[in-house]
């Protein structure tokens, strides 16, 4: 089974940025459909950005010119670059991998991913 493993989290001034990083297990020749979700605390998890295995992008409108998802020369990774961090991105960002023959659609629903990383810990201070 992958395993998705989340870093690069911490705690910014509002106007900060941070990068974190996605890591699979291991590498394999299968596609896969990459995504980043995130969940404050008392509301429901909620999509942020991803990428198809064809590369095409999706950001929800609340990131979007402020975030950009990207992956690694190595397939087993990926990114999300924060810049103009708000107190509003306070929350756990969760990384996301949806195994797929080849996807040319961005997948922006927690049901379409299969895997899922524990999540790294987000914070802005206003």
């Known amino acids: 089974q992958v395993q998705l493993v989340e870093s690069g989290g911490g705690l910014v001034q509002t106007g900060g940025s941070l990068r974190l990083s996605c890591a699979a297990s291991e590498r394999t020749s299968r596609y896969y459909d990459m995504g980043w979700f995130r969940q404050a605390p008392g509301k429901e998890r909620e999509f942020v950005t991803a990428m198809a295995s064809s590369g095409r992008t999706v950001y929800a409108d609340s990131v979007k010119g402020r975030f950009t998802i990207s992956r690694g020369n190595a397939k087993n990774s990926m990114y999300l670059q924060m810049n103009s961090l708000k107190p509003e991105d306070t929350a756990v960002y969760y990384c996301?991998?949806?195994?797929?023959?080849?996807?040319?659609?961005?997948?922006?629903?927690?049901?379409?991913?299969?895997?899922w990383g524990q999540g790294t810990q987000v914070t802005v201070s206003s």
């Open positions: 996301a991998a949806h195994e797929a023959r080849y996807s040319t659609v961005v997948p922006t629903t927690i049901r379409a991913y299969d895997y």
